[in-house]
């Protein structure tokens, strides 16, 4: 005989239904505040923290700048600094060597004497003590003009160069070519590659052609 079920055993689907009822129930309670509002995942205040990072690397860029130009005003003051001292430097030497050339040139002078004297103590009597002496002397001037890097310019034999010969007197001289040297009246010096004194000379000059003027005679 079958037996019908009890009022209090449930069957397998109300059993089912009842436990999803359940769950569904609790899920429902707790995606809901007590007040029945859903509750809300508070986020951090980022404003304010961006401010601050923005601020920073702005201060940052600022000092980097700052650094930028004071190295580069360094620059400029260094550079500035040795084209001041070789100016410096190139005018004193310029002021020293234009010194040495005025004292030079008062010296020539006295020099261009003692070769007159010994020039005449020579034809006087070259064996003489004068004479002597004072090639000793000569050449004792000559040795220390050298020394200062004083030098006689070559004349005798030499083309005519009016940057360091200066024309007194033209000549017929058969053999040599025309504007050519043939006797040095005055030495002239050059001091470091410089012109101090030209030379006074007399220049060669056909016949045919004498009259014309050469370059630098007076």
């Known amino acids: 005989m079958i037996q019908a079920p009890k009022e209090d055993e449930a069957t397998p689907a109300e059993s089912t239904a009842g436990v999803e009822g359940s769950v ?25 923290l961006s401010g601050e990072l923005v601020a920073a690397k702005r201060e940052i ?43 030079v040139r008062k010296l020539l002078p006295v020099l261009d004497n003692l070769e007159r004297a010994l ?16 090639e000793k002397v000569v050449k004792q001037w000559q040795d220390i003009l050298a020394k200062e890097g004083i030098e006689p310019i070559p004349a005798r034999g030499e083309p005519f160069d009016p940057t360091r010969h200066e024309a007194v007197m ?24 410089r012109v101090i004194r030209p030379s006074l000379v007399k220049v060669a000059k056909n016949q045919e052609r004498l009259g014309k003027d050469v370059p630098g005679t007076k």
């Not at 103590?121 to 002496?133: I, K, V, Y």
């Not at 504007?179 to 009246?185: A, D, G, Q, R, S």
Request: proline share 6%.
């Open 24 to 48: 569904g129930a609790e899920d429902a309670s707790i995606g809901e505040s007590p007040d029945g509002a859903e509750d809300s995942v508070e986020e951090p205040e980022t404003p304010a």
């Open 61 to 103: 860029e600022a000092v980097l700048k700052e650094k930028e130009e004071l190295f580069s005003r360094y620059l400029r003051l260094q550079a500035d600094f040795e084209n001041h001292r070789r100016r410096t430097r190139q005018e004193m030497l310029q002021l020293t060597q234009n010194a040495s050339e005025e004292l």
């Open 119 to 134: 020039g005449a103590a020579l034809r006087e009597d070259p064996s003489s003590a004068l004479a002597q002496g004072v």
């Open 170 to 193: 033209q000549e017929p001289a058969d053999g040599l070519p025309d504007n050519t040297v043939i006797e040095e009246l005055q030495k002239g010096y050059m001091f470091n590659a």
